[in-house]
């Protein structure tokens, strides 16, 4: 008997109606579902399985360079991630502590089992908010207009909005040497059906790749052939809520350990190439540039005679432990031999190998800044749906479709983030003018303004605009505003208090090789030097009548020590918002643009910017072209003839 699919059955069961419907419970998906249903909204979660709610499939970490800012604005937006990870990490660690601000970020080791069961249970507890278990093979789309979804089941969602969070569920597939097999992350079904329904409503979709590495027995793991990286022993959090005396993990921190590969593994990968999935053929997918194989980097980078490799600690209940590094999807059996090869690794067991997986994303060129689609209203993407990899970029992403599906709902104006306001905006604005044809990874060089997008300074950035969302209390907002006055009162003091001179100040300025003061600085001024920090200074000019907690002292700081720099930063954003003013209408026809490039008229047409400033960052777009655009948008004389 031939089995029915959802499309052939007539008779289908009708479920709640929701106000926004997000489908899929990773990153993306669970702070999308928490934005929209914390703004008001009615919010159906719908996803493959309740166990892999903000499941960590790959790396057990949060954080790193321009991941870890994103994370900090997530959490000033008013999102959970912050906040999660602050509760369950075995590790924390500030990176780049001997560079400049700008680049310095968060990374947290995580339990990652802790970490799902407290984001499971935050959603669990979340009023407006329903989590439900279900596979979703369609959507529901009448007149361009995204109205619900349909499971497999047949069940019916109608909503307002909707939002695709998929991941690497879409067409999953694992591959593991030669045995491939449709799946999920981490062996969870995948979903076969939702991709072609959105290829059959008219999206463009890629196929992308990504992989993780094996897993081994922490028993088996000789750690004094390994270098031990310990976490901070001064205390940090992601969640500018989260206090020190409210978690215990900083007393009980787990450490990680560095080993390396040698020549003895690579021999052993280059000897069974022959079987590796990435070069034989069998992987179709385009994978992260940002984080190759073990393969694909001894290979590639054949005069390196090693690669680092981080063990790291998958929980505090569990021997399993993740070979940051070691990416692969070579055989079962050369996955175990060449971990055998490795420093500390002689005698370990492996728990589970590693594998590669494809699935289907949607091009982001058929996105919008809010992320609406522009194929289908009311129908938003986010996370790795959208071409990206890391869960910081997907819960970035999932943020944002959940603030704009929730305000959609509401019938309110959209919500975006500028490139000078968040590392969450310059991805999504990366995306959506630029595309990508690999997994799109955040770094810290994509951000033309970053030091002004800084891990410190996320809540000055985006507190307010979570307040007026309504994500962000108004006990959190009060005391955001108390803390931005004593931090501008401070500043404003240090430039009317002067440094005078005195012995203890000479031998300061002396030891440093700098010229004894003859008529006293201004205490801000004083404090640009090097050499000079805040506690220092104190000790040459009266403390402020309210002292200040170290966060502030660190954003007083910062702002002082690099305020020229940061002025040249604003300045050119003011520069740029001019040319963001700059409208371009909805309706143009670039086809009676007359002496635009080839490359440019193929490009505007396919990526519809909404700016000029916009339509100058995709790549094929010069400064001749946009000259002729906007002297034909100032003529009026390029809208389509309706």
């Known amino acids: 008997m031939k089995s029915l699919r959802v499309s052939d059955v007539k008779q289908t069961y009708r479920g709640q109606d929701f106000d926004v419907v997000v489908v899929g419970a990773g990153h993306a998906g669970s702070e999308a579902a928490l934005a929209a249903a914390r703004m008001g909204n009615k919010t159906l979660l719908i996803t493959i399985n309740l166990d892999m709610v903000a499941f960590m499939p790959c790396n057990?970490?949060?954080?790193?360079?321009?991941?870890?800012?994103?994370?900090?604005?997530?959490?000033?937006?008013?999102?959970?991630?912050?906040?999660?990870?602050?509760?369950t990490y075995v590790q924390m660690r500030m990176l780049n502590t001997g560079k400049g601000p700008a680049v310095q970020a968060l990374r947290a080791q995580a339990d990652k089992h802790a970490y799902h069961s407290e984001m499971k249970k935050t959603i669990e507890d979340e009023p407006n908010l329903t989590l439900r278990q279900g596979i979703v093979d369609s959507l529901i789309v009448e007149d361009g207009e995204c109205k619900g979804v349909i499971t497999n089941t047949g069940a019916r969602y109608y909503a307002k909005a909707v939002v695709i969070c998929a991941g690497t569920a879409a067409r999953g597939k694992i591959i593991i040497g030669e045995l491939m097999y449709a799946s999920g992350p981490n062996n969870s079904q995948p979903a076969e059906k939702l991709s072609e329904n959105l290829a059959e409503l008219g999206f463009d979709l890629e196929r992308f790749k990504t992989g993780t590495p094996p897993r081994v027995d922490g028993t088996t793991i000789n750690y004094s052939e390994t270098e031990e990286q310990p976490g901070d022993e001064k205390p940090n959090h992601f969640s500018y809520e989260s206090k020190d005396e409210d978690y215990l993990a900083l007393k009980n921190q787990l450490s990680c350990w560095l080993t390396y590969t040698n020549e003895k593994t690579h021999e052993i990968i280059r000897e069974n190439l022959d079987r590796a999935?990435?070069?034989?053929?069998?992987?179709e997918g385009v994978g992260p540039r940002y984080c190759p194989s073990i393969?694909?980097?001894?290979?590639?980078?054949?005069?390196?005679?090693r690669h680092q490799l981080f063990l790291e600690p998958e929980g505090r209940n569990t021997e399993e432990w993740y070979v940051q590094g070691l990416s692969t999807s070579m055989p079962e059996e050369v996955q175990?031999?060449?971990?055998?090869?490795?420093?500390?690794?002689?005698n370990a067991e492996m728990m589970r190998p590693g594998y590669a997986i494809e699935y289907d994303v949607v091009a982001p060129y058929q996105l919008k800044p809010t992320l609406e689609t522009k194929v289908v209203k009311n129908l938003f993407t986010a996370g790795q749906t959208n071409g990206t990899s890391g869960y910081e970029e997907a819960a970035g992403q999932g943020i944002i479709?959940?603030?704009?599906?929730?305000?959609?709902?509401?019938?309110?104006p959209g919500f975006t983030l500028k490139r000078d306001e968040a590392y969450i905006g310059v991805m999504i604005d990366d995306l959506v003018t630029k595309g990508t044809n690999e997994p799109y990874r955040l770094l810290t060089s994509r951000a033309?303004?970053?030091?002004l997008l800084r891990n410190d300074n996320a809540d000055m950035r985006l507190t307010e605009k979570g307040h007026e969302l309504g994500l962000i209390s108004d006990e959190r907002y009060d005391a955001f505003l108390a803390k931005k006055e004593r931090v501008l009162a401070e500043i404003d003091r240090l430039d009317h208090v002067r440094v005078n001179p005195s012995a203890a100040v000479d031998e300061l300025v002396t030891a440093h090789g700098d010229k004894p003061l003859k008529d006293g600085a201004v205490a801000s001024v004083f404090l640009r030097r090097p050499y000079v920090d805040y506690q220092t200074l104190l000790q040459f000019i009266p403390a402020p009548d309210q002292p200040l907690g170290r966060h502030e002292i660190e954003q007083v700081e910062i702002q002082t020590k690099y305020a020229g720099y940061i002025a040249?930063?604003?300045a050119n954003v003011e520069k740029m918002k001019k040319m963001e003013a700059k409208k371009i209408p909805a309706n143009i026809d670039y086809d009676a643009i007359d002496g635009i490039a080839t490359e440019a008229h193929q490009k505007l047409k396919k990526i519809q910017p909404e700016t000029i400033a916009q339509a100058g960052?995709?790549?094929?777009?010069?400064?001749?072209?946009?000259?002729?655009?906007?002297?034909?948008i100032q003529q009026g004389k390029i809208a389509k003839v309706q």
Request: proline share 4%; hydrophobic share 40%; glycine share 14%.
């Open 60 to 87: 057990p970490s949060i954080g790193g360079p321009a991941k870890g800012t994103v994370v900090r604005e997530i959490d000033a937006l008013g999102g959970e991630m912050g906040k999660n990870i602050d509760k």
């Open 277 to 283: 999935p990435m070069f034989t053929g069998v992987i």
């Open 295 to 305: 393969e694909d980097k001894i290979v590639r980078f054949a005069d390196k005679n």
């Open 336 to 346: 175990q031999q060449v971990i055998r090869s490795i420093q500390g690794l002689e």
């Open 401 to 412: 479709a959940g603030i704009n599906a929730g305000l959609r709902a509401q019938g309110k």
């Open 448 to 451: 033309e303004y970053r030091l």
């Open 568 to 570: 040249k930063a604003q």
């Open 617 to 632: 960052r995709i790549s094929g777009v010069n400064p001749a072209d946009l000259a002729i655009l906007s002297v034909y």
